[in-house]
């Protein structure tokens, strides 16, 4: 048996194409005879000898064994590998940030007899599939898929429909994204202040008293609050008050959390701009900034045998605290948008 097989594979490599010239149904009937019948048919020894009977070899056994010869003789076939313009174009999909990276050098020979190895495996699956009629027999394994899809990716619903569904979520959640947001900065930018209290020109109406110093920064703190208070926080309740168009498009859901969210962006920008003002507030007093350092007027006293100055250390200390508590306090009367 073992010989009649060797002769066949042997006779079937002389041709340039060994799957489709030995598929022919008496080689497959060879391959299962016995060595001493084959040789002695070859010779011609036994000119009429009597067909195997279906007892010993089924019609579709023999089907199925034929099938299963074409099948491994084209499988065996040489296949072409895959150019160097197609892995050329594969690595185009990636970035060249990874590319470049040393720890990518080594793993591109790794992918690159993956891909080849599944390339030529789909080829030759391919080439079965378009040269080879599977019968309809028993007995034969089901066949393969052409090529497996890796772990982890299901491409069996679109993407498309589970993003708009997520937008849609967001879009009902996400509070910013209302046009009121978008308004309630854009009042802020029309202000145009930076600090509630501008100190660049503290030092030209020098020198003086620092029971003045202390009544004009509370003074110019006043009035750019009241400044605000009619002038933005008038327009902010405007938004809101069902006078602006804006107002139709507030959430009738989640309305708590929308007004939560709009209070926090208000307290945001009254926070900044505090933060702003005690900043240039604390600078004025760097010695290093010549230009804006104020000059104040003391009195020096005798007083017992003492000699002091007036106003002391410590009334200096306490009127900057006063004054910058007072900053820090500014804007309060900003309510809670409901």
């Not at 200390?317 to 804007?331: C, G, P, Q, R, V």
Request: glycine share 2%; charged share 25%.
């Amino acid at each position: 048996m073992k010989e009649a097989h060797s002769i066949i594979i042997e006779e079937a490599r002389k041709f340039k194409q060994p799957y489709l010239t030995c598929c022919t149904e008496e080689r497959a009937t060879k391959s299962l005879l016995s060595t001493a019948q084959f040789n002695r048919r070859k010779a011609g020894q036994q000119k009429n000898e009597p067909e195997l009977s279906d007892t010993v070899m089924s019609k579709e056994r023999k089907i199925r064994l034929n099938y299963e010869f074409l099948r491994k003789c084209v499988s065996s076939a040489p296949v072409t590998p895959m150019l160097p313009e197609m892995w050329k174009h594969i690595l185009s999909y990636i970035s060249s940030r990874y590319l470049s990276h040393p720890l990518s050098k080594p793993l591109l020979p790794q992918l690159y007899s993956e891909i080849s190895s599944s390339y030529e495996d789909t080829i030759r699956k391919t080439t079965i599939r378009m040269t080879l009629v599977k019968p309809s027999v028993s007995g034969l394994d089901p066949e393969p898929p052409l090529y497996l899809e890796p772990l982890g990716l299901d491409f069996s619903t679109t993407w498309r429909d589970r993003y708009d569904s997520s937008v849609r979520t967001l879009s009902s959640v996400l509070h910013v994204t209302h046009p009121v947001m978008p308004a309630l900065l854009s009042l802020w930018e029309q202000q145009n202040v930076k600090h509630l209290v501008e100190y660049s020109n503290i030092r030209s109406k020098c020198p003086m008293e620092l029971e003045n110093f202390r009544n004009m920064i509370l003074l110019d703190v006043q009035h750019a609050e009241e400044k605000l208070m009619n002038s933005w926080y008038s327009k902010v309740i405007s938004l809101f008050s069902g006078d602006d168009k804006l107002v139709r498009n507030k959430p009738q859901e989640q309305t708590e959390t929308f007004y939560e969210s709009v209070s926090t962006l208000i307290g945001n920008q009254i926070r900044s701009l505090l933060t702003n003002t005690l900043h240039s507030f604390v600078s004025i007093f760097d010695a290093a900034n010549t230009a804006h350092l104020p000059i104040f007027r003391l009195e020096l006293c005798l007083e017992d045998d003492t000699i002091f100055f007036f106003p002391s250390v410590n009334d200096f200390e306490s009127a900057i605290d006063f004054i910058i508590s007072t900053i820090s306090k500014a804007l309060q009367e900003v309510g809670q948008i409901q």
